[in-house]
């Protein structure tokens, strides 16, 4: 993947350009802003706030929604124009999506596959492997309305590969999943990556770090950054503090500082303060994770720039 | 202890919920249409309120008191459609277990949805007394508008009679199996009664007709004609006599007395049935449903069993026990850990088999055919019985008695065509797949194999007795119903309108009104089996096209 939508031919190569993107809802809320990206095979971990444009960017890339400007190509085919060549090749999970109650989950992917314009006796080998893939072989003559909520995100899971897509976004695919579900995922996903396109939405940034290989950050609707998680990483690198108060001290570093966490230690919090000076002379530099970066990036606005008032210097210097 | 004020601000803001939906503005368009065609400004046939070989002069009473009486038949079953099932659908939106978590009463809340039931019913009277208002005027038989007289019929018969209906719309919200589409065909049938009842000299008077047409007939006698062989009636009928004149200013504040006794017994009733729903309302606590009496959901028959869509906050909620389906089969997951002999998504997707393009409209039409039948083993067991009583009865003339039966037997089916609600929000999943149109055609297939089904064992009979007209009448019919089930889930995106329409069409069909007759039961009066086929095939188009602009403008 590159950074920035640029002019060029990439004949016989997988990818999908978005140029310009925007997304104007009624009443003039703009959910997806100027964003611009290519992407090639990999996986894309998306990141940003609750209203950052997440879920809205990519509905337009599976093409439920349409963009009010710019484009986005899918192997030089402008997809809200024609919206059949990608449709015929894209996995898409939705953050929520409905079910048929009545119909088992091997009779909801059939009627899915049909969707998909899947040849029947292809569908019905995939549907038992795929079934076989998200462990739901023995549930697959159960009512999707009596499963439980993992079961049927696994069904979603199982849908979207229906396909064998060769561009697959998934929002808040984790939902639902127990940790060591959510592990191997994330295994799945960095394998499927190899020679698809992936495009992973979530909150969890830990399972941004362990899946993708590129990370843009959104917010307001626009691409904030977009990089490898190491160049996300060597961009914290120098604003991550430690540093150990007394609980009463909290609240006046949170008015301060941004803060990235705090544990409770005998001797007092350990709190991670994150902040382009040292934010006291007993802080210490500490190693960044991607949760630092993201919350640098994220909220950067907020972020102080400038050097801790002399009021906090004096609370900092016990 | 729940204000006023904040059971008004629950009912206005359901209301408003309720009025930015697409069957919110359809049933107020057929209800303006409905004030033009009881009152028609110009040489219309049609009627809604009929006074044999009579038409009053439109004075500001006769104009008020048709328009309020074809408002009360025509809403007290359309609106019947739109203002139940809100409190399913704040089951499923969610913000019943927030308000649940309120100090909100259980008599408040459903206090609150009958209040906001009538203001849906309320705003669309409102709109049909400035119809009738503007008929008056533009019509200028009469010059003097007396408010008074123009909304007496509104304000004692029609406004009490929907303060019932949405009563009852808020009972069959909470009474357990009366919630989904076997609710609407309950309805149809008290509508039925009560319509009926209302114009036969035994029923209730609900519609205040005894005093309408008593008030009428003086006023056709102080004109000179006999008026002891006038008869009256309501609901939508086309005349082709010449019609003489009355001049009748309308019901009076001198008449008013009994009328408004009646209405203020017709509310009590109402508050009281509104309230009644109660007893089987447990603040969407599917546990205290339970435990209260009702059988919980899963464990009604058919079709007592109500749809139940996917529900986001099903994630964080605890799997129900589950069974295996068949005896042997290996107990599903549900809430299992993942063990070591059995992880999921260890496999390699890459060494899978290959997806292959190239399905087939079978293939989409056996999926839209499986949403539509599967589990519905009484429907098929009622199905089964029409068909054998078609077998056992002979065709009655040109016609077969037992086909317009057979052909209102899958309402509840063909309602589910042309909409996904039942599924939840599953359209976000369809809409990135391939072929739009084909799957909406495949839908309507799905729909014209249904009505086959059914009425397959009348149309043999038909055909083994010659009567070939009949056959092709019932066979346009077969494509008809499924087109207008399409159109009308595409267009509402729900069940609904298709419930509360089709009924409604197959009572004037099945009552011989010519234009209706979609299936040949009046031989030679109604329209031919060419022009119902043409207009199922321009009520496809019309869904088609309107699916092409939403995926145009998606």
């Given at each position: 993947m590159?950074?920035s939508?640029?002019?060029?031919?990439?004949?016989?190569?997988k990818?999908?350009?978005?140029?310009?993107?925007t997304?104007?809802?009624?009443?003039?809320?703009?959910?997806v802003?100027?964003?611009?990206?290519?992407?090639?095979?990999?996986?894309?971990?998306?990141?940003?706030?609750?209203?950052?444009?997440?879920?809205s960017?990519?509905?337009?890339?599976a093409?439920?929604?349409?963009p009010?400007s710019?484009?986005?190509?899918?192997?030089?085919t402008?997809?809200?124009?024609?919206?059949?060549?990608?449709?015929?090749?894209?996995g898409?999970l939705?953050q929520?999506?409905?079910v048929?109650?009545?119909?088992?989950?091997?009779?909801?992917?059939?009627?899915?596959?049909?969707?998909?314009?899947?040849?029947?006796?292809?569908a019905?080998?995939?549907?038992?492997?795929?079934?076989d893939?998200?462990?739901?072989s023995?549930?697959?003559?159960q009512r999707?309305?009596a499963?439980?909520g993992g079961?049927?995100?696994?069904v979603?899971?199982?849908?979207?590969?229906?396909?064998?897509?060769?561009?697959?976004?998934v929002?808040?695919?984790?939902?639902?999943?127990?940790?060591?579900?959510?592990?191997?995922?994330?295994?799945?996903?960095?394998?499927?990556?190899?020679?698809?396109i992936?495009?992973?939405?979530?909150?969890?940034?830990?399972?941004?770090a362990?899946?993708?290989?590129?990370?843009?950050?959104?917010g307001?609707?626009r691409?904030l950054?977009?990089?490898?998680?190491?160049?996300?990483?060597?961009?914290?690198?120098?604003?991550v503090?430690?540093?150990?108060?007394?609980?009463?001290?909290?609240?006046?570093?949170?008015?301060?500082?941004?803060?990235?966490?705090t544990?409770?230690?005998?001797?007092?919090v350990?709190?991670?303060?994150?902040?382009g000076?040292?934010?006291?002379p007993?802080a210490?530099?500490?190693e960044p994770?991607?949760?630092?970066?993201?919350l640098l990036?994220?909220?950067?606005?907020?972020?102080?720039a400038?050097?801790?008032?002399?009021?906090?210097k004096?609370?900092?210097?016990? | 202890?729940v204000?006023t004020?904040?059971l008004?601000?629950?009912?206005?803001?359901?209301f408003?919920?309720?009025?930015?939906?697409?069957?919110?503005?359809?049933?107020?368009?057929?209800?303006?249409?409905?004030?033009?065609l009881?009152a028609?400004?110009g040489?219309?046939r049609?009627?809604?309120?009929?006074?044999?070989?009579?038409?009053?002069?439109?004075?500001s009473?006769?104009?008020?008191?048709?328009?309020?009486?074809?408002?009360a038949?025509?809403?007290?079953?359309a609106?019947?459609?739109?203002?139940?099932?809100?409190?399913g659908?704040?089951?499923r939106?969610?913000?019943?277990q927030i308000?649940?978590?309120?100090p909100l009463?259980?008599?408040a809340?459903?206090a609150?949805?009958?209040?906001?039931?009538l203001?849906?019913?309320?705003s669309?009277?409102?709109?049909?007394a400035?119809?009738a208002?503007?008929v008056?005027?533009?019509?200028?038989d009469?010059d003097?508008v007396d408010?008074?007289?123009?909304l007496?019929?509104?304000?004692?018969?029609t406004l009490?009679l929907?303060?019932?209906?949405?009563a009852?719309?808020?009972?069959?919200d909470?009474?357990?199996?009366l919630?989904?589409?076997?609710g609407a065909l309950?309805?149809?049938?008290?509508?039925?009664v009560g319509v009926?009842?209302?114009q036969?000299?035994?029923g209730y008077?609900?519609l205040?007709?005894?005093?309408?047409?008593a008030?009428?007939?003086?006023?056709?006698?102080?004109?000179?004609?006999?008026?002891?062989?006038?008869e009256?009636?309501?609901?939508l009928t086309?005349?082709?006599?010449?019609?003489?004149?009355?001049?009748?200013?309308?019901?009076g504040?001198?008449?008013?007395?009994?009328?408004?006794?009646?209405?203020?017994?017709?509310?009590a009733v109402a508050?009281?049935?509104?309230l009644?729903?109660?007893?089987?309302?447990?603040r969407?606590d599917r546990?205290?449903?339970?435990?209260g009496?009702?059988?919980?959901?899963?464990?009604?028959p058919w079709?007592?069993?109500?749809f139940?869509?996917f529900?986001?906050?099903d994630l964080?909620?605890?799997s129900?026990?589950?069974?295996p389906?068949?005896?042997?089969e290996p107990?599903?997951?549900?809430?299992?850990?993942?063990?070591a002999?059995s992880?999921?998504f260890?496999?390699d997707?890459?060494?899978?088999?290959p997806a292959?393009?190239?399905g087939?409209?079978?293939?989409a039409?056996v999926g839209?055919?499986?949403?539509?039948?599967?589990?519905k083993r009484?429907?098929w067991?009622?199905?089964?019985?029409l068909a054998?009583?078609?077998a056992a009865?002979?065709p009655d003339?040109?016609?077969?008695?037992?086909?317009?039966?057979?052909?209102?037997?899958?309402?509840?089916?063909?309602?589910r065509?042309?909409?996904r609600?039942?599924g939840?929000?599953?359209d976000?999943?369809?809409?990135a797949?391939?072929s739009?149109?084909?799957?909406l055609?495949?839908g309507?297939l799905?729909?014209?194999?249904l009505?086959?089904?059914?009425a397959?064992?009348?149309i043999?009979?038909l055909?083994?007795?010659?009567?070939?007209r009949a056959?092709?009448?019932?066979?346009?019919g077969?494509?008809?119903?499924?087109?207008?089930?399409?159109?009308?889930?595409?267009?509402?995106?729900?069940?609904?309108?298709f419930q509360s329409?089709?009924?409604?069409?197959?009572?004037?069909m099945?009552?011989?009104?010519?234009?209706?007759?979609?299936?040949?039961?009046t031989?030679?009066?109604?329209?031919?089996?060419?022009?119902?086929?043409?207009t199922?095939a321009?009520?496809?188009?019309?869904?088609?096209a309107?699916?092409?602009?939403?995926?145009?403008?998606?």
């Open positions: 590159c950074p939508a640029t002019a060029g031919s990439m004949a016989g190569m990818t999908l350009r978005i140029h310009d993107l997304k104007e809802y009624r009443g003039g809320k703009r959910a802003d100027s964003f611009s990206l290519t992407l090639r095979p990999g996986v894309l971990g998306l990141l940003g706030a609750n209203g950052a444009g997440k879920s960017l990519m509905r337009i890339l093409t439920v929604t349409r009010t710019g484009q986005v190509l899918w192997e030089g402008d997809i809200a124009r024609r919206p059949g060549p990608l449709r015929r090749t894209v898409y939705p929520d999506f409905g048929y109650p009545q119909l088992t989950a091997r009779e909801f992917l059939g009627y899915l596959a049909a969707a998909k314009g899947l040849r029947r006796r292809s019905k080998a995939r549907i038992d492997e795929l079934l893939l998200v462990n739901l023995g549930s697959s003559r999707l309305g499963m439980s079961m049927r995100q696994r979603g899971i199982a849908q979207a590969l229906l396909n064998d897509p060769r561009l697959l976004i929002d808040e695919p984790t939902v639902g999943l127990d940790p060591e579900e959510r592990l191997r995922f994330g295994n799945l996903l960095t394998g499927l990556g190899a020679e698809r992936v495009i992973l939405s979530t909150h969890i940034v830990s399972d941004v362990a899946t993708a290989d590129r990370i843009a950050v959104m307001g609707g691409l950054h977009h990089d490898t998680p190491e160049g996300l990483l060597r961009a914290a690198e120098g604003r503090w430690e540093l150990t108060v007394e609980p009463g001290q909290l609240p006046l570093l949170r008015s301060r500082f941004l803060l990235g966490g544990t409770r230690t005998p001797q007092g350990r709190v991670r303060i994150l902040s000076e040292r934010p006291a007993q210490e530099p500490a994770r991607l949760d630092d970066a993201y990036l994220s909220s950067a606005p907020a972020a102080p400038a050097p801790a008032a002399p009021a906090v004096e609370a900092m210097a016990w | 202890m204000t004020g904040a008004g601000a629950l009912a206005l803001a359901d408003r919920e309720r009025r930015r939906r697409p069957a919110y503005l359809v049933v107020l368009l057929g209800t303006l249409a409905l004030g033009l009881a028609p400004v040489d219309s049609w009627q809604v309120f009929q006074v044999s070989d009579f038409h009053g002069r439109y004075t009473g006769y104009v008020g008191t048709v328009t309020a009486l074809g408002g038949v025509w809403l007290s079953l609106g019947f459609g739109i203002t139940r099932g809100t409190i659908r704040d089951e939106s969610g913000v019943g308000l649940a978590a309120t009463s259980r008599l809340y459903l609150g949805k009958f209040l906001s039931n203001m849906v019913l309320g669309m009277l409102l709109a049909l400035g119809t208002l503007a008056q005027l533009i019509k200028g009469s003097r408010v008074v007289r123009l007496l019929p509104y304000v004692l018969i009490p929907l303060a019932a209906v949405a009852c719309a808020v009972l069959f909470t009474v357990p199996g919630r989904d589409g076997f309950v309805w149809f049938v008290v509508w039925l009926l009842g209302a036969a000299g035994g008077d609900l205040g007709m005894h005093r309408i047409t008030s009428i007939r003086e006023a056709i006698a102080a004109g000179g004609h006999p008026a002891d062989t006038v009256f009636g309501v609901g086309a005349d082709n006599r010449v019609l003489g004149t009355f001049d009748w200013p309308g019901l504040p001198g008449e008013a007395g009994g009328l408004a006794a009646d209405a203020g017994l017709l509310v508050v009281a049935l509104g009644v729903g109660a007893m089987w309302f447990h969407f546990a205290a449903a339970r435990a009496g009702s059988l919980p959901a899963s464990r009604l079709p007592f069993r109500p139940r869509p529900r986001p906050s964080s909620r605890p129900r026990p589950s069974r389906s068949r005896p042997g107990a599903p997951d549900a809430g299992r850990r993942p063990s002999d992880p999921a260890v496999l997707p890459a060494r899978m088999t292959r393009p190239g087939t409209v079978l293939a039409l839209e055919l499986r949403i539509l039948v599967q589990g009484l429907w067991a009622g199905a089964l019985t054998l009583l078609a009865v002979p003339g040109p016609t077969h008695p037992v086909l317009p039966f057979a052909m209102l037997w899958p309402v509840l089916l063909w309602s065509m042309g909409n609600a039942d939840g929000s599953i976000d999943l369809l809409a797949c391939p739009p149109a084909r799957r055609l495949a309507l799905a729909g014209v194999v009505a086959l089904a059914v397959a064992v009348p043999t009979r055909l083994a007795a010659g009567h070939t056959v092709a009448a019932a066979l346009a077969v494509l008809l119903v499924p087109a207008l089930a399409l159109l009308c889930g595409t267009v509402t995106r729900g069940p609904r309108l329409l089709y009924p409604m069409l197959w009572y004037g099945i009552n011989h009104l010519a234009g209706l007759d979609f299936l040949g039961v031989p030679d009066h109604g329209p031919t089996p060419i022009a119902v086929a043409t199922a321009a009520l496809t188009l019309g869904a088609l309107l699916d092409s602009i939403r995926e145009a403008t998606r």
